[in-house]
């Protein structure tokens, strides 16, 4: 029997986030739900976008505490790596605070 749960929380839309950083949390939940790395090299293999767009709605994920840059060691070679923040901890963008 299959126990693992998704770690994408439905709040996600009510965030009046742009559909492409919507999509952009989707992906990254989806490589954390196959065990993959949350990483801008794994995620440009998947993005269906240009890489401005991806960089864009990784700065805003990020900026509002969605997702948390990880730094250090070997990591750096794939390129930023990502972790998951538990939607208790996301931040309301400027001016909706």
Not at 9 to 15: A, S, V
Not at 21 to 41: A, F, M, Q
Not at 65 to 88: A, C, K
């Amino acid at each position: 029997m299959n126990t693992h749960h998704s770690k994408m929380d439905q709040r996600i839309f009510k965030e009046g986030l742009s559909t492409e950083s919507i999509s952009c949390y989707l992906l990254c939940c989806g490589l954390s739900d196959t065990g993959e790395t949350i990483s801008r090299k794994n995620l440009s293999g998947i993005w269906n976008s240009d890489e401005a767009s991806l960089d864009a709605c990784l700065a805003d994920l990020e900026a509002r505490n969605i997702i948390r840059r990880i730094t250090g060691s070997d990591r750096d070679q794939e390129g930023p790596w990502y972790r998951l923040v538990p939607s208790r901890e996301w931040q309301a963008p400027a001016g909706r605070r």
